[in-house]
């Protein structure tokens, strides 16, 4: 499929995905809604992938929601077009997705990184929640995945004063994983999702599949779906492979069943 907002490369068993709207410093629009979507789930389908990078430019991985788009509507276009409910679409993706983000990540750009599975951020990374300075607040996540990674102090500082963090804070409170120098960030990302794609998929899929669940239940029910897909695993020939690979001391072969 020939994209207009987005590049696509595949490296390995790696999909490198690029935000490219390069005026409007990668602003989210529908369009790049749209194919950031049919990329991932192209991707998601494709047996052949077991994660996916998502980057943007030097200057910013995403400035935002468009707002020249989303300037002129009223509140019954916003409500009758459920507008960024199409996100959520995006968190359904099943395997993982690693946001390498240089630069801007501001608005919605803050808040798509934070939809990806972890962050990696250049030395360069700048993140924030200026919604308010728009006359709004966060629409796509960010008043509440922002406070999940960083506690409720932290997230209403950035989300009542509109303030940018570097990524050195972001690393202090828990937003990135790690930082990187600018140069090295998209080959960084990369070599750490090739890491996860030696590992057995359906073992990558169930992982993020209990890490995300941590999110939405209590500790308790938690436990008991991590203990549940953990047992499960041993249905894997990818569980014996692995262990028997310990054991005899060689690398796994792992086979994706
Ligand atoms: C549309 C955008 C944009 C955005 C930048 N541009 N951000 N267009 N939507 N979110 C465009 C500019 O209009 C400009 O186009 C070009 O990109 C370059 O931007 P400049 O401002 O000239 O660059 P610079 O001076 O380097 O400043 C960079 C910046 C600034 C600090 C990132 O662009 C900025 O503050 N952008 C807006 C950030 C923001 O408020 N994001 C939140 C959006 S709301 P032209 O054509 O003039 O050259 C949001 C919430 C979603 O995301 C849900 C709630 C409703």
Known sequence: MAYETITVETRGRVGLITLNRPKALNALNGQVLSELLAATKAYDADPEISAMVLTG???????????????????????????????EEFTRIRKPIIAAVAGYALGGGCELAMMCDFIIAADTAKFGQPEITLGVIPGMGGSQRLTRFVGKSKAMDMCLTG???????AERCGLV????????LVDEAL???EKIASFSLPAVMMAKEAVNRSYETTLAEGLRFERRVFHSLFAFEDQKEGMAAFSEKRKPDFRNR
């Open 57 to 87: 430019s030097e200057k910013a991985f995403a400035a935002g929601a468009d707002i020249k788009e989303m300037q002129s509507k009223s509140y019954l276009d916003m409500y009758l077009g459920d507008l960024f409910s199409g996100w």
């Open 177 to 184: 994983s790690r930082v990187v120098p600018a140069g090295e």
């Open 191 to 193: 070599k750490a999702a």
């Open 163 to 169: 303030r940018m963090m570097d990524a050195a804070e």
